[in-house]
């Protein structure tokens, strides 16, 4: 999935405009960066009224935001159209993102395509990456692996990030490209850099894998888990519980691992409710409460549905042992029982 494209309209502008009451049309984009749509608007309509496609791009571009006037789809896209007609790059690329995501309108793939090689042919870099990932998913294209590698790569050397992010995937998966670890952990630290998440996540995994020349590198595996985990990355945020559980690559912690298994668990992951659950179990940090304990259980197999068979039985025995104490618990008070431990054991997904 394109999660790291960022789904917003470009506002440079193409190519210089003429005056309209003296006063350059880039001073509409001065205004919507500074927050006065309401100048941006005016000037912006002065420019598209008198036919000029720069003027008609950031009017779509209000309209399609809401900024300073209603949001309307549909006058954008009368905007974008007449602007897109006469070769404005910005707008075709705008008009194929709407009908991509169909974001107020009506979702078209075939008609994304279109508008995305117009501009991809006009050397729109964001344009290049969804057209790039399309052929990599054969979205109303053909399925075309070494295409979509083409234009990520084009991208990714003028550094957008979701382009370097999908660059490394296709390293990473042999697909478009030979399989090749050292440049897919390239890519993927180019785009992590740039503050994207996945790659960071990514990078983190091969890193600790010993699988990139050079061998484990696990402090670093842990610096990027880390930034990985605080943007948000679900699990690495398991992943990170795990390392401060073990001590892999940085001071053992339960105190940090309690913490990135609770967020992880309410998050929603699955394995991050059980590693609660277990750690609850455990009083990891010196935390023991089985009643939680045993609420996270079960709600970690309520959510393992799509889990492999041992994995999910592994979950269900956790939750049946701690119902068992839970309910002694109700019917002699307190108890000293304690459930038998469980080694929280770091394992390296794969990449993805």
Same mark, same amino acid.
């Given at each position: 999935?394109?999660?790291?494209?960022?789904?917003?309209?470009?506002?440079?502008?193409?190519?210089?405009?003429?005056?309209?009451?003296?006063?350059?049309?880039?001073?509409?984009?001065?205004?919507?960066?500074?927050?006065?749509?309401?100048?941006?608007?005016?000037?912006?309509?002065?420019?598209?009224?008198?036919?000029?496609?720069?003027?008609?791009?950031?009017?779509?571009?209000?309209?399609?935001?809401?900024?300073?006037?209603?949001?309307?789809?549909?006058?954008?896209?009368?905007?974008?159209?007449?602007?897109?007609?006469?070769?404005?790059?910005?707008?075709?690329?705008?008009?194929?993102?709407?009908?991509?995501? !169909?974001?107020?309108?009506? &979702?078209?793939? @075939? +008609? #994304? $395509?279109?508008? =995305?090689?117009?501009? %991809?042919? /006009? *050397?729109?870099?964001?344009?290049?990456?969804?057209?790039?990932?399309?052929?990599?998913? !054969?979205?109303?294209?053909? &399925?075309?692996? @070494? +295409? #979509? $590698?083409?234009? =990520?790569?084009?991208? %990714?050397? /003028? *550094?957008?990030?979701?382009?370097?992010?999908?660059?490394?995937?296709?390293?990473?998966? !042999?697909?478009?490209?030979?399989?090749?670890?050292?440049? #897919?952990?390239?890519? =993927?630290?180019?785009? %992590?850099? /740039? *503050?994207?998440?996945?790659?960071?996540?990514?990078?983190?995994?091969?890193?600790?894998? !010993?699988?990139?020349?050079?061998?484990?590198?696990?402090?670093?595996?842990?610096?990027?888990?880390?930034? %990985?985990? /605080?943007?948000?990355?679900?699990?690495?945020?398991?992943?990170?519980?795990?390392?401060?559980?073990?001590?892999?690559?940085?001071?053992?912690?339960?105190?940090?691992?309690?913490?990135?298994?609770?967020?992880?668990?309410?998050?929603?992951?699955?394995?991050?409710?059980?590693?609660?659950?277990?750690?609850?179990?455990?009083?990891?940090?010196?935390?023991?409460?089985?009643?939680?304990?045993?609420?996270?259980?079960?709600?970690?197999?309520?959510?393992?549905?799509?889990?492999?068979?041992?994995?999910?039985?592994?979950?269900?025995?956790?939750?049946?042992?701690?119902?068992?104490?839970?309910?002694?618990?109700?019917?002699?008070?307190?108890?000293?029982?304690?459930?038998?431990?469980?080694?929280?054991?770091?394992?390296?997904?794969?990449?993805?």
């Amino acid at each position: 999935m394109l999660s790291a494209l960022l789904a917003t309209f470009v506002l440079s502008l193409s190519q210089p405009a003429g005056d309209a009451g003296n006063v350059p049309v880039n001073e509409a984009v001065v205004a919507i960066e500074n927050g006065d749509f309401a100048r941006a608007l005016q000037i912006s309509k002065q420019y598209a009224d008198a036919g000029h496609p720069e003027g008609q791009h950031l009017l779509g571009y209000l309209y399609a935001n809401g900024l300073g006037v209603p949001k309307d789809i549909n006058t954008a896209v009368r905007y974008y159209a007449a602007a897109a007609q006469v070769g404005q790059v910005n707008s075709q690329f705008a008009l194929g993102e709407l009908a991509y995501t !169909g974001d107020g309108a009506r &979702q078209d793939f @075939q +008609r #994304a $395509a279109e508008w =995305f090689n117009l501009a %991809a042919a /006009q *050397g729109h870099l964001l344009a290049k990456t969804r057209l790039g990932y399309m052929y990599a998913e !054969g979205q109303s294209v053909p &399925q075309d692996f @070494q +295409r #979509a $590698a083409m234009l =990520f790569e084009e991208a %990714a050397n /003028q *550094g957008v990030a979701a382009a370097q992010y999908h660059l490394a995937l296709l390293y990473l998966e !042999g697909t478009g490209r030979p399989k090749n670890l050292d440049q #897919a952990g390239r890519w =993927f630290e180019a785009a %992590a850099q /740039q *503050g994207d998440a996945d790659s960071m996540y990514n990078l983190a995994l091969l890193l600790e894998s !010993g699988r990139l020349s050079g061998g484990p590198a696990y402090e670093q595996s842990v610096a990027w888990m880390r930034r %990985a985990a /605080q943007s948000g990355v679900i699990p690495a945020k398991v992943s990170m519980g795990l390392l401060a559980f073990n001590g892999r690559g940085m001071q053992r912690s339960e105190a940090e691992a309690l913490k990135w298994f609770r967020e992880a668990a309410n998050d929603g992951s699955a394995e991050g409710m059980f590693l609660y659950a277990v750690a609850l179990s455990e009083g990891l940090n010196g935390t023991r409460d089985f009643s939680a304990a045993y609420n996270w259980a079960s709600r970690s197999v309520a959510a393992s549905d799509n889990e492999p068979v041992d994995v999910r039985q592994e979950r269900l025995a956790l939750a049946e042992q701690l119902r068992q104490i839970v309910e002694q618990q109700q019917r002699t008070g307190p108890s000293r029982h304690q459930a038998q431990p469980r080694t929280a054991q770091a394992t390296t997904p794969p990449p993805a």
